[in-house]
């Protein structure tokens, strides 16, 4: 896989979430109903994004990371 563009930008990763991206829950938070998520999708660009973020009460994304989807979670994706 190529790594042309190992940045991932905030407008990338908003674009992501307002996309319908196919969402994974992870894991509980330490606070309960903020959980943790997984949300993979596609940038207007057609990059493969994963994006791990916590939910919070307030219905905000609090994102902890994101990335370029590995070739196994492309794959899971394209199964949607």
């Known amino acids: 896989m190529s790594k042309t563009n190992c940045y991932v930008t905030a407008d ?3 674009g992501v979430l307002r996309s319908k991206p196919r969402i994974l829950f992870k894991e509980k938070g330490d606070v ?8 993979f999708g596609r940038t207007e660009a057609g990059r493969y994004l ?3 973020y916590i939910h919070k009460k307030s219905n905000d994304a609090l994102v902890l990371s994101a990335r370029d989807m590995s070739n196994a ?3 899971r994706y394209g199964k949607k």
């Open 73 to 75: 979670e492309r794959k």
């Open 50 to 52: 994963s994006v791990f």
């Open 32 to 39: 309960e109903g903020e959980d943790l998520y997984n949300a």
């Open 12 to 14: 990338e990763v908003e």
